[in-house]
């Protein structure tokens, strides 16, 4: 079994920031890639950002130059470093993994979700 628990969801006011933590435990061999989809009401889950093992990251463009997304292949920890906040940012924010759990079986795994609340 693999286990991804997020943490440091909450509230903050419109231009301040958080740091989302998402660590990968249990039957892991290997990990391809980690990153954080978001889901707000009434709207369908969409990619936030991703980054391989080898560090290659990608960022939706609503989000490019404000997130920075980081993955520690040691801790099996991704991180999602949020600047400069803005209200329509609020949804909840989901964890996602890409991995091998033995040489030949690999699958995407996912969070619980974080709430992240901005108010204006």
């Known amino acids: 079994q693999v286990h991804l628990v997020e943490s440091g969801g909450g509230l903050v006011q419109a231009g301040g920031s958080l740091r989302l933590s998402c660590a990968a435990s249990?039957?892991?061999?290997?990990?391809?890639?980690m990153g954080w989809y978001r889901q707000a009401p009434g709207k369908q889950r969409e990619l936030v950002a991703a980054i391989t093992s080898g560090a290659y990251a990608n960022y939706a463009h609503s989000v490019k130059g404000r997130f920075t997304i980081s993955l520690d292949n040691a801790k099996n920890t991704v991180y999602l470093q949020m600047n400069s906040l803005k209200p329509e940012d609020t949804a909840v924010y989901y964890c996602n993994a890409n991995l091998w759990t033995d040489p030949v079986v690999a699958g995407d795994y996912w969070g619980q979700g974080t709430q992240v609340t901005v108010s204006s």
């Open positions: 249990g039957s892991i061999f290997s990990i391809n890639a």
